[in-house]
């Protein structure tokens, strides 16, 4: 299993990293990738991944959330040191109007800053969508040559065809497993080889775990969901989703 993107800079899981490292490698998760929300989580991002070079992938980015009255200054501290450090993906990056549109506009030209540094570099973005999917699409659109995976994918089946037709990927985590989820249905015809493996964690917990912090190793309740929807082994879904994983970020 590859987990596409993990918040492991966290102090839930640096109090005690090694043993962290440990769980989920015994329980079969081969790579992780680790976004970078914001200025000041970077030093963690880059220190938690150096320990673990061949294991933990730090990505740069600065969060739609996170976007405030500094955030050009932000963009160009973020910028100075992507030159610093062999990121893996620009992210976490992205649009998010649900809980305040006060900086709206500045979240969209903050995106197509980013999106610009990915085409430059030739790296793949993690792109965050809540309640911009409009926003979102125009956007990407102006970037034909981007290549990347939506975040936390959790939309309907039109708008899952319109990302893979730009291209992109589709990051499946926990949300599959939740009971009201109309995830399931909407990717009975989207093809397995435009998904990856994702948790979001310490957030989007799969049942049977909900409410308790995620960790990269329940990716498996993802793939056995995943396993009934296409009606394949779990063992195909983890071989395709790793070979999507390798082939999208460039991962050994």
């Given at each position: 299993?590859?987990?596409?993107?993990?918040?492991?800079?966290?102090?839930?899981?640096?109090?005690?990293?090694?043993?962290?490292?440990?769980?989920?490698?015994d329980a079969g998760v081969e790579q992780i990738l680790v976004p970078g929300?914001?200025?000041?989580?970077?030093?963690?991002?880059?220190?938690?991944?150096?320990?673990?070079?061949?294991?933990?992938?730090?990505?740069?980015?600065?969060?739609?959330?996170n976007v405030g009255d500094n955030w050009e200054e932000e963009l160009d501290?973020?910028?100075?040191?992507?030159?610093?450090?062999?990121?893996?993906?620009?992210?976490?990056?992205?649009?998010?109007?649900?809980?305040?549109?006060?900086?709206?506009?500045?979240?969209?030209?903050?995106?197509?800053?980013?999106?610009?540094?990915?085409?430059?570099?030739?790296?793949?973005?993690?792109?965050?969508?809540?309640?911009?999917?409009?926003?979102?699409?125009?956007?990407?659109?102006?970037f034909p040559s981007l290549r990347g995976v939506m975040h936390c994918f959790?939309?309907?089946?039109?708008?899952?065809?319109?990302?893979?037709?730009?291209?992109?990927?589709?990051?499946?985590?926990?949300?599959?497993?939740?009971?009201?989820?109309?995830?399931?249905?909407?990717?009975?015809?989207?093809?397995?080889?435009?998904?990856?493996?994702?948790?979001?964690?310490?957030?989007?917990?799969?049942?049977?775990?909900?409410?308790?912090?995620?960790?990269?190793?329940?990716?498996?309740?993802?793939?056995?969901?995943?396993?009934?929807?296409?009606?394949?082994?779990?063992?195909?879904?983890?071989?395709?989703?790793?070979?999507?994983?390798?082939?999208?970020?460039?991962?050994?």
């Amino acid at each position: 299993m590859i987990d596409t993107h993990c918040h492991i800079d966290d102090p839930l899981y640096t109090v005690d990293l090694e043993a962290c490292i440990k769980r989920q490698q015994d329980a079969g998760v081969e790579q992780i990738l680790v976004p970078g929300v914001c200025l000041k989580d970077m030093p963690e991002v880059i220190r938690v991944c150096e320990q673990y070079p061949a294991y933990l992938h730090p990505a740069i980015g600065l969060h739609p959330e996170n976007v405030g009255d500094n955030w050009e200054e932000e963009l160009d501290a973020l910028e100075a040191m992507l030159h610093q450090h062999n990121f893996i993906a620009i992210g976490e990056i992205g649009l998010d109007y649900h809980f305040d549109i006060t900086y709206k506009e500045q979240q969209k030209l903050a995106l197509i800053r980013q999106l610009q540094w990915a085409v430059d570099l030739d790296l793949p973005v993690m792109i965050h969508a809540r309640d911009a999917t409009a926003d979102i699409i125009d956007i990407l659109r102006q970037f034909p040559s981007l290549r990347g995976v939506m975040h936390c994918f959790s939309g309907s089946n039109e708008t899952a065809k319109q990302y893979i037709q730009m291209g992109l990927y589709l990051g499946i985590g926990g949300v599959i497993t939740f009971k009201n989820s109309k995830l399931r249905e909407h990717l009975t015809d989207i093809p397995l080889d435009r998904l990856v493996l994702e948790t979001d964690a310490p957030y989007m917990t799969p049942v049977p775990f909900r409410g308790q912090p995620n960790e990269s190793r329940y990716m498996i309740y993802v793939m056995q969901t995943l396993a009934d929807v296409y009606q394949l082994p779990v063992s195909a879904i983890e071989s395709t989703t790793n070979a999507n994983a390798k082939a999208l970020f460039g991962l050994k």
